[in-house]
């Protein structure tokens, strides 16, 4: 694989640092399996949900930023 990976921007949900999704998908692809749990410390916006969420896998997310936390939140709720 590439030492250097590239992904496009989501829609920006209102948070500095959020990451693709995309990108998340591609990691988790490359260390889990359907029905792991990861952990994500730093969650921010929560993108770490859509992409477990596609693997089948069960994600935890920790944020301390209550604007990012609700919008991860929102996440969590469309995936329903």
Known sequence: SPDLIS???DDNLGHQAQKPVALYDD????SVRAGDTVLDPFCGTGTIF?????LKCQAIGI????????IGIQ?????R
């Open 7 to 9: 992904y496009q921007s």
């Open 27 to 30: 990691l988790l692809r490359r």
């Open 50 to 54: 859509p992409a477990a969420h596609a």
């Open 63 to 70: 944020e301390m930023d209550a604007s990012a936390y609700g």
């Open 75 to 79: 996440r969590i709720q469309s995936l």
